[in-house]
């Protein structure tokens, strides 16, 4: 067997041979280095960190030993220190002094993150505080502290790092991030956006807006001066120019910003930045005048996007838009035509809201109910509103059965009808339902069982016999999951009787294949073939070594294949990835730890989905936005470089048709 070390070259080494009077002998000898035992290329681009020091690192980091990683941050190799320092952000400890002189001795992006995570004294405050104001902007990493343990006093001290200062930009997210949650004053608010307009540097702008954008608490009020004085200054610099911009001034101003816009491109069918054209979507200018607004309306219904077409029918749902011409419009071109369901039922929603008879599409719900499986609870919704409740109940029996999303959806929406409703009547065949639900033994149906579960008039004293005996078989039989959740169930229900059989589902962390990671080298990249064409991303294993490790390997195991993307939060993330339960809720058998990097959650980011500190698995999502917010909490391991397009036309329901790793 073939156990050959092979020395691996820098871009630089192969120009230098290739330019050298060896000519055609060098070019071979470089391909024969660059060959494995298997006559497959060698990456060029390796770090041998991945197997010298991250099999180490990976262990005290599953074990948030503060001790351990402390350890490694005096490691020569910086990706190293970065790596025990995200570590460290994630972890516990009381030696907080400790770790403030070790972040000051390091003074990084990195180390400065993670005590953001710490809960630090007045004290040590005051000591950041006081190294920020040096003159020297030795210490001008800091700002990234501030992103979650500043206030509004610290706003003027930030304002003072400047653009074009290195590092200027860290100080405004810092800003962004407090005008996000803290309440501030008018002349704050005019300092911060004045700033924000005479920069030069779009980044450092975006970052100071970013605050007004993502929360509404500081946005100036309607008909104020402020919020002229913006529009003014928008109009005036950089309107039109700068997309991000643009785009944040229309949820900053609302319709003012949309018209703006809308003069600008010529109307919203001219907008080809999606991200940009859902965002006017969402606040549709409209002059009172029916005909105008009608037609006005029309246009963004025309777009090519259905993402955008999806938010104009939410816009008028919740503005209460009437006018039977429209109404005709959307009926007979909307949501007769479309095969999009998310657009049929966002339509079907609308014109119920109209009062429209809907009796005609009956036949068209039912394809589309079927087409679309993770709007299930928008279709019971729609069925619980408009049929009889013996319909209704049908339905929701229907989908118990089905399994997966569809069955998650109905116990939901089950509940929600006994405990909004007066159900009382339909007691007996919701108990019935119940039981279907409960001895199906899926993992999706009980997790939306837990409010029936614990109402004493849906489940009597007579009841646990049969369902300790559900539960008794769960464990026998391995269902861990389901076990654990009827078990739960069960002790709130009845705690005097309850007796736990099964061990508490905890999933084991998966550590890397060591050897494997290091032969991807450092920028592997992961193709995705999509039902709406191809997504490569460039994946980032020195960052995320046991989430890049994972995807190689659920990858090349075929798990993706047919996996959906079973959310699309329109302005934000496109997430997939679940082979397992394929609900929402799913993954492999094993977690892997949080690994949060210094690289923001840009347009294009990869991220790994998450309900908490080390529980990520196999979900992941693309970024349709820039989410600062994300930074730092969640697990960024690659990011698209190529098929943004694609991404931007994922809808619910799509699905991977194939994936593969390669070496670059």
């Known amino acids: 067997m073939c156990k050959k070390q092979i020395t691996f070259l820098k871009n630089n080494e192969i120009v230098n041979i290739l330019h050298s009077s060896l000519g055609i002998v060098s070019f071979s000898i470089i391909l024969l280095l660059l060959t494995n035992c298997s006559g497959q290329p060698e990456p060029i681009y390796t770090n041998p960190v991945i197997v010298d020091v991250y099999p180490g690192l990976a262990e005290a980091v599953v074990s948030r030993d503060f001790d351990q990683l402390h350890g490694y941050l005096s490691h020569e190799d910086e990706n190293v220190r970065a ?26 992006i990195a180390a400065w993150q993670a005590l953001s995570f710490y809960e630090i004294d007045a004290e040590g405050v005051e000591q950041v505080d006081e190294l920020l104001q040096r003159e020297d902007n030795t210490y001008i990493k800091a700002c990234e502290f501030y992103r979650r343990q500043g206030d509004a006093d610290h706003i003027p001290m930030l304002l003072q790092k ?24 008018d002349e704050m608010k005019r300092d911060i956006l004045n700033r924000a307009f005479e920069s030069e540097n779009p980044e450092y702008r975006r970052n100071l807006l970013y605050g007004f954008y993502r929360s509404g608490l500081n946005r100036p009020e309607p008909e104020s001066e402020l919020r002229q004085a913006i529009l003014d200054d928008w109009l005036e610099t950089v309107f039109g120019s700068e997309k991000e911009t643009d785009r944040y001034m229309v949820r900053i101003l609302g319709e003012k910003a949309a018209e703006n816009l809308l003069e600008l491109h010529g109307g919203i069918r001219r907008v080809n930045d999606i991200p940009l054209a859902v965002e006017i979507a969402r606040n549709i200018p409209l002059t009172g005048d029916e005909h105008s607004d009608v037609d006005r309306i029309k246009s963004f219904l025309s777009h090519s996007n259905p993402h955008v077409i999806a938010q104009t029918l939410e816009t008028l749902k919740q503005h209460a838009f009437s006018s039977d011409e429209l109404n005709d419009f959307i009926y007979s071109e909307i949501t007769v035509p479309t095969r999009n369901p998310e657009v049929f039922i966002t339509s079907l929603e609308y014109l119920q809201q109209q009062n429209i008879n809907l ?8 394809f589309a109910e079927k087409a679309g499986p993770y709007l299930t609870h928008r279709y019971l919704e729609f069925y619980r509103t408009e049929k009889s409740p013996d319909e209704y109940l049908r339905k929701i029996e229907e989908h118990i059965k089905a399994g997966e999303i569809r069955s998650l959806h109905a116990t939901q ?3 929600q009808f006994w405990t909004e409703n007066d159900a009382d009547a339909h007691r007996a065949e919701i108990h019935r339902l119940v039981r279907i639900a409960v001895e199906s033994q899926s993992r999706s149906a009980i997790s939306g069982l837990n409010t029936l579960l614990n109402d004493e008039v849906i489940i009597e004293e007579t009841d646990f016999e049969w369902l300790d005996g559900v539960y008794t078989d769960a464990v026998e039989n391995g269902y861990d999951e389901f076990a654990e959740q009827l078990g739960q169930n069960l002790e709130s229900r009845f705690p005097d009787r309850y ?11 998966r550590m890397p294949d060591w050897d494997r990671l290091h032969a991807l080298g450092t920028r592997p990249h992961w193709r995705l073939e999509t039902s709406r064409g191809v997504v490569e991303v460039r994946l980032d294993p020195l960052t995320a070594p046991f989430t890049v490790s994972s995807i190689d390997s659920l990858t090349r195991a075929g798990a993706y294949e047919g996996a959906a993307f079973h959310r699309v939060v329109r302005n934000f993330v496109v997430q997939g990835g679940d082979f397992d339960r394929r609900d929402g809720f799913g993954g492999p058998d094993y977690r892997i730890p949080t690994e949060p990097s210094t690289r923001s959650f840009e347009r294009g980011s990869v ?58």
Not at 85 to 103: F, M, N, P, Y
Not at 163 to 171: I, K, L, T, V, W
Not at 637 to 657: A, N, Q, S, T, Y
């Open 83 to 108: 790596a025990a320092w995200h570590a460290i952000g994630k972890s516990e400890t009381d030696q907080t002094e400790r770790l403030l002189t070790a972040v000051i001795r390091e003074n990084s």
């Open 162 to 185: 400047k653009d074009p200062s290195e590092h200027a930009h860290r100080c405004a997210a810092a800003i962004g991030a407090i005008v996000s949650r803290v309440e501030i004053n």
């Open 359 to 366: 009796s005609g599409l009956a036949e068209k719900q039912l």
């Open 413 to 415: 929406s089950l509940s």
């Open 499 to 509: 007796t736990q059989r099964h061990d508490a589902f905890q999933k084991e962390f």
């Open 607 to 664: 991220g790994i989905a998450s309900s908490g500190t080390d529980t990520e698995g196999g979900q992941f999502y693309f970024m349709h936005i820039w989410a600062p917010h994300l930074d730092g909490s969640y697990t960024r391991f690659g990011e698209v470089v190529r098929g943004m397009d694609v991404v931007d036309k994922l809808r619910i329901g799509d699905r991977v048709e194939r994936a593969s790793i390669s070496v670059r």
